[in-house]
């Protein structure tokens, strides 16, 4: 009877980690705006893969008495990175000085024309430095 709770457990794990995915691949699709579709998939997507990541280490270490160090470490590894390449695109997303609601140019044709209109005058100011 046992097994059977802890199947039921993996199963509804799984599934919640499955719709959270499903949200997150939504909300980066239908969002409006840069930030919100760097919000939806960083959150939701995130919970979801580790959400099925943990189910299957509970499950090899319930069922074969060995804990998976691999699915931990990559769980790990999951929340970690996620949300600081996600603050990384949003401090860029915000040093560019976009409008709200503004689709971004690709990269290398605005940074073409900057560097062409730009007069060089030494280094240019870091915008994510705050002032002393």
Do not use: C, Y
């Not at 998939?41 to 099925?52: F, N």
């Not at 008495?65 to 999951?78: H, M, N, Q």
């Amino acid at each position: 009877m046992t097994a059977l709770l802890i199947e039921i457990v993996l199963s509804v794990i799984v599934v919640g980690g499955g719709l959270f995915g499903l949200i997150g691949s939504w909300g980066m699709l239908r969002l409006p705006e840069t930030m919100q579709r760097l919000h939806a998939p960083t959150k939701a997507t995130t919970l979801g893969v580790g959400a099925a990541i943990i189910a299957s280490d509970i499950q090899s270490w319930t069922f074969t008495t060995r804990f998976a160090w691999e699915d931990f470490l990559i769980a790990l590894f999951l929340f970690v990175t996620a949300p600081l390449s996600a603050l990384m695109l949003a401090k860029v997303h915000l040093a560019r000085n976009l409008p709200a609601g503004s689709v971004p140019p690709p990269l290398s044709g605005v940074w073409a024309t900057e560097a062409a209109d730009r007069p060089q005058q030494g280094a240019p100011e870091d915008p994510l430095q705050r002032p002393d």
